[in-house]
């Protein structure tokens, strides 16, 4: 079981970038994708997820209306598009396949909002 992401880096405030999470090794269109972070000093934070077939997602109220989930089950691929950055969202961002009692993680990638 693999989850790749990628796609961070820094970015200055106001900025976007766009992360992506490559899944391998599992039945990827069974699965609930969520992204998380995890800012220095603070605990792991739900940000968005989004539903196996992609009908629903759901945001934390942090970031509604400025990050945006999706994903491409015939590509095994979940993205977050994420603009308006802030220097709050400055963290490690994780994504994750849930499924029942499963959960797989990625690895993280960075982003940092700084001037």
């Known amino acids: 079981v693999q989850l790749l992401e990628s796609g961070g880096g820094l970015v200055q405030p106001g900025g976007s970038l766009r992360l992506s999470c490559a899944a391998s090794?599992?039945?990827?269109?069974?699965?609930?994708m969520k992204w998380y972070r995890q800012a220095p000093g603070k605990g792991r934070e739900l940000v968005a997820s989004?539903?196996?077939?992609?009908?629903?997602?759901n945001y934390a109220d942090s970031v509604k209306g400025r990050f945006t989930i999706s994903r491409d089950n015939a590509k095994n691929t979940v993205h977050l598009q994420m603009k308006s950055l802030k220097p709050e969202d400055t963290a490690v961002y994780y994504c994750?396949?849930?499924?029942?009692?499963?959960?797989?993680w990625g690895q993280g990638t960075q982003v940092t909002v700084s001037s």
């Open positions: 994750a396949a849930e499924f029942s009692l499963i959960t797989y």
């Open positions: 989004i539903t196996s077939n992609g009908g629903s997602t």
């Open positions: 090794e599992f039945t990827f269109s069974y699965y609930i």
